[in-house]
């Protein structure tokens, strides 16, 4: 197993002392234990230091002279650390216990600890940064868990597999039990065992790893999710929302969103996006759009905003939190595409940093946790901690799977001991990746000015640059073709498509021997010089028409099914001005059509009914069919007299 490299960097003008701490400090990670591999260097500027910061991904933690040097002062380069890489340890070295309540006034929230220079001790130096390090890389959960599964407890309670015996041995079950491995069997365990805290009311090693996780993503608290972001999204919404409460929230947010608003009962004020129809995208909501909404609506309670979009695209944040934040209004941000931003300054500010009261992440989309692995951060100044947690138990399960919280504890420590590092090293192969794609001359990686619909110029958004989208639109292939030619001749798939691009998303797990794959099977179809063909786009979606009923009022009516088609196959006209009872969604890219409580037009059909009969093959979530009819079930004559209208 590799082990781990720390590296500590003394930042002091005096060369004398700096060489004779270095020597002592030295010494002592040679002579005593040091498990962390840790290591230290010394500069005299902090020009240096701030240039070994950028460059150094093992860099754990740094020691400032309080008395600074010339042409720099130890508080603003405590200040420019903190704001470059907030995971480092800082330490500032002072004269005496008064000079740390002078330094500690103006650069406390940033810095770790104090050594007084005349005191030089290296030894006990040492063993101060090391525990510190050893802190902050703790897995307070997955380690309970490990030890728990070393201890081969017979197990007495649920799950029924208890611990893989049930399949190990089965001629019919065994495969499995092969194919997943012990220990993942054995750690998937009830709740019954104390040791390893509960998810519903966390006091012990779960409550650890949710209070590191809120230091490290730079929130006041932070809560694990064991199925999903979707549910993270409906948690805060009923924690916020009470039925009839005006949201704010862009049209094109996740179909969990839009759960949310149904559950809470929330009235919704939907917000058209942008979209770019070169490529069939869509965008952020242009910001006139936002500041127009919050000054129409003060007395919305929240706003609901995603970003980064699924193609990349960031908001400008700060102006539009606190915009909503001056008329009283809380700042939802879902950030499931964007959990890795905190760790690279290249990525920030995150909606935390940009002073969102809530972010939800998926923290399995970008970094090291498993499949439905979720946090919900809070830096909400009225949080009602006692409601959160009823909403978060009525949705969460009281079975969570063990293997997703230990993931959600390792994949904060990794980000946080080294998300810098390998989120160096993915910005540097996607721009690598971005260039190799341009010179086949085939394949076009869209820059942001490509993919920036025209409405939203000169809003601030900006682009991640690991989502990478490629206009496939030279190269001969229709956007079938050429995702079955990667997957089935070169091994490769790919995040998404639209009509004409496809979407390659990159990682900390991304490495330079994919990136090299993927290189060699673009150019070798590129050699192929397939003559450019023309590509059907798929139909654009239909605008937002009224809202006539709450959500909630809509989808538990009672209802009836009306068909999509008439008898000659063409839209039924008994639809129009009809209102819909379900939420109808075709996926990809996810975004509704219609929502319960939405006036149904014949436009609005139509398009359904285009995506129908689309070449590509698209999944309409919420139409049901009547043996081989498509049909939408909306709101009776009934349902409608029997509801307040808004």
């Not at 740094?62 to 130890?74: H, N, P, Q, S």
């Not at 603003?76 to 070295?93: G, I, M, Q, T």
């Not at 999710?225 to 979707?230: L, P």
Request: hydrophobic share 40%.
């Amino acid at each position: 197993m590799p082990r781990p490299h720390s590296h500590v960097l003394l930042v002091l003008a005096d060369a004398t002392l700096r060489r004779g701490l270095l020597k002592g400090l030295t010494a002592a990670a040679k002579s005593l234990d040091n498990p962390y591999g840790i290591a230290f260097s010394g500069v005299g500027s902090a020009a240096e230091a701030l240039e070994i910061a950028r460059g150094d991904g093992d860099l754990q933690s740094v020691l400032i002279d309080g008395l600074g040097g010339e042409g720099w002062r130890a508080d603003e380069l405590v200040s420019a650390l903190h704001a470059l890489r907030p995971e480092l340890d800082l330490y500032v070295l002072v004269d005496s216990a008064r000079d740390e309540e002078t330094v500690g006034e103006l650069i406390r929230e940033a810095i770790d600890g104090f050594f007084i220079r005349d005191e030089a001790d290296p030894r006990g130096w040492f063993r101060i940064i090391q525990a510190e390090i050893q802190e902050k890389s703790r897995t307070p959960f997955f380690d309970a868990l490990r030890e728990y599964v070393l201890m081969a407890k017979d197990a007495w309670h649920t799950p029924g597999h208890s611990s893989g015996d049930s399949l190990r041995a089965s001629p019919w079950a065994a495969g499995f039990h092969e194919f997943v491995g012990e220990n993942l069997l054995r750690a998937d365990l009830s709740v019954s065992v104390d040791m390893l805290d509960s998810l519903l009311d966390p006091k012990g090693v779960i409550a650890q790893a949710q209070d590191m996780a809120a230091r490290a993503f730079g929130a006041q608290r932070t809560f694990f999710a064991t199925n999903g972001t979707s549910t993270a999204n409906k948690v805060i919404f009923q924690t916020l929302l009470a039925p009839g409460d005006k949201l704010l929230l862009d049209r094109n947010c996740h179909k969990s969103v839009h759960h949310g608003v149904v559950l809470s009962g929330a009235r919704p004020v939907y917000l058209n996006s942008s979209v770019n129809r070169t490529y069939g995208l869509f965008g952020p909501v242009p910001k006139k759009t936002l500041f127009e909404a919050i000054e129409a609506h003060p007395d919305a309670k929240a706003l609901i905003l995603t970003s980064c979009t699924y193609d990349g695209l960031r908001y400008d944040l700060p102006p539009i939190i606190a915009a909503a934040h001056a008329k009283g209004i809380k700042v939802i941000i879902d950030e499931a595409w964007y959990a890795h931003a905190r760790f690279h300054p290249a990525l920030r500010p995150t909606a935390m940093e940009a002073g969102a009261d809530y972010a939800t992440q998926s923290t399995h989309k970008v970094l090291s946790a498993l499949s439905q692995a979720s946090m919900i951060h809070v830096n909400d100044p009225d949080f009602d901690a006692h409601l959160f947690r009823e909403n978060f138990n009525m949705h969460a399960s009281t079975s969570p799977q063990y293997g997703i919280i230990a993931s959600l504890d390792v994949g904060r420590q990794q980000a946080m001991m080294e998300g810098y590092k390998l989120l160096q090293r993915t910005l540097e192969l996607a721009e690598e990746l971005r260039e190799a794609i341009d010179a086949t001359n085939a394949f076009q990686a869209l820059t942001l000015t490509d993919l920036l619909p025209a409405e939203v110029h000169g809003d601030g958004i900006r682009l991640d640059p690991t989502k990478i989208t490629v206009d496939i639109s030279k190269s001969g292939f229709t956007v079938a073709e050429f995702q079955q030619v990667l997957f089935e001749r070169f091994n490769i798939q790919v995040e998404k498509s639209t009509f004409n691009t496809v979407t390659l998303l990159l990682t900390i797990g991304t490495t330079r021997s994919k990136v090299s794959r993927l290189h060699d099977a673009l150019l070798r179809l590129a050699r192929e010089a397939r003559a450019p063909r023309k590509l059907v786009r798929a139909p654009e979606i239909a605008g937002f028409t009224e809202l006539h009923y709450l959500p909630r009022d809509a989808f538990y009516c009672e209802g009836e099914l009306l068909p999509l088609i008439d008898d000659d196959e063409h839209a039924n006209p008994a639809l129009d001005g009809r209102i819909c009872a379900d939420q109808i969604t075709p996926y990809p890219p996810g975004i509704p059509a219609l929502v319960p409580g939405q006036v149904i037009t014949r436009e609005i059909v139509q398009f359904l009914l285009s995506l129908m009969r689309s070449h590509k093959r698209t999944d309409l979530h919420g139409v049901v069919h009547d043996g081989y009819t498509p049909c939408l079930r909306v709101m009776t004559r009934a349902d409608e007299a029997a509801n307040r209208r808004l």
